[in-house]
């Protein structure tokens, strides 16, 4: 271990990025603070539950993340759960009662780091192992008072020939951001189990982690998830990939509180900032990008392609409306023609499996 080193830059953050506080940021943290109070008076502060976050790492240093809850969540359990149980489990999830300035226990071998939850019960850590880890995922254990969790952290083999940084809406899991109305009724009626796949995503993914060859856990290419959805959909987004045979990889999310949605809710340059952290993590690992049409997916790639030259392999962007013609489109096509100026190939794409024969061209996977 290198006591001097610090990797904390390479690594994301749970909970809300630094930023200067405004009214409304203060209106929403006092609040917070009086509602754990009130529930501290009658005895229902105490952690009941810990969320981990899935991290990652590399021979140097790993980060794992997660949050210190005063409720339990009660999830779902299969597919054919009345629509209120969903909306209770959403309710659950959504309306989070955080525990702040608790200590925190992680154990990763025989390193255990002890830090504090911030304000809204996030917690991070860094660990730097005194020799590098083994590739493949490996297990931390959270302890909080006398509430435990495990969490897992995946270092990705030095022999990978890629890794892939993909968005999660509308691009592996069905969210129908172009009618507001059906994307709310989703988030808030359907759960891990109800909630559909885009087709053949999971043998696309399948196809990218192992290059169209057959490798070994340890040697897969990494898959990262970087979205703009909440922290709070963590466990619905990872149980949601479990339960489709959709392979596993970190999950890097954002905190979206009331007044941060208020004052911030066209920013989506988070997901610029992670993208560039897990870059910087693996500096001589290609990266293919997979977006959507929906967001600023286009324009954050692009911003990604620029300022890391060499780095990128191809970006794809889902068409959200593939059937019809949208001015939406005509932008994706702009940028990328802005982006193959860099060399770079980018395509607006209606399904997987034009994203695989694209690849197979490019020599990244041999089949599919």
Known sequence: MNPTAD?????????????PDNALVRLEDGLDRSWYRLKCVVGQGAAKQIRAFTGYGNAQAAWIGGRVLSDQLRLPRNAVNHWWANLMSTWQRCVTAEVPNVPVQCTWGSQTIQIATDREGYFNVVFEPATPPASGWHD???????????????????????????????????THLADPL?????????????????????????????????????????????????????????????????????????????????????????????????????????????????????????????????????????????????????????????????DVPMRLVSDSREIAEHAISLGLINSW
């Open 7 to 19: 990797f904390s830059h390479l690594l994301p953050h749970a909970g809300k990025p630094p930023q």
């Open 182 to 342: 059906v994307a709310l009724g989703l988030t808030v009626l359907a759960n891990a189990r109800t909630r559909q796949p885009l087709e053949a995503v999971a043998r696309l993914y399948h196809a990218f982690e192992n290059g169209g060859t057959k490798t070994t856990n340890a040697q897969r290419n990494p898959i990262f998830y970087v979205s703009s959805s909440s922290w709070n959909l963590h466990n619905l987004l990872q149980a949601f990939l479990q339960f489709n045979d959709i392979p596993a990889g970190p999950l890097i999310l954002r905190d979206i509180g009331l007044a941060r949605r208020l004052t911030r809710a066209r920013s989506h340059w988070q997901k610029l900032e992670n993208t560039s952290r897990i870059l910087a993590a693996y500096p001589h690992l290609p990266f293919i990008l997979i977006g959507d049409s929906g967001q600023q997916d286009a324009r954050i790639y692009h911003e990604v392609v620029r300022t890391h030259r060499g780095r990128i392999a191809a970006v794809y962007i889902r068409n959200i409306e593939p059937h019809r013609v949208h001015k939406r489109d005509e932008r994706v096509l702009a940028i990328a023609r802005q982006v193959q100026a860099l």
């Open 140 to 174: 931390v254990q959270i302890k909080c008072g006398t509430v435990s969790a495990t969490g897992h952290i995946l270092i990705p083999s030095p022999t990978a020939r890629f890794g892939v940084i993909s968005d999660m809406d509308d691009t592996v899991i069905h």
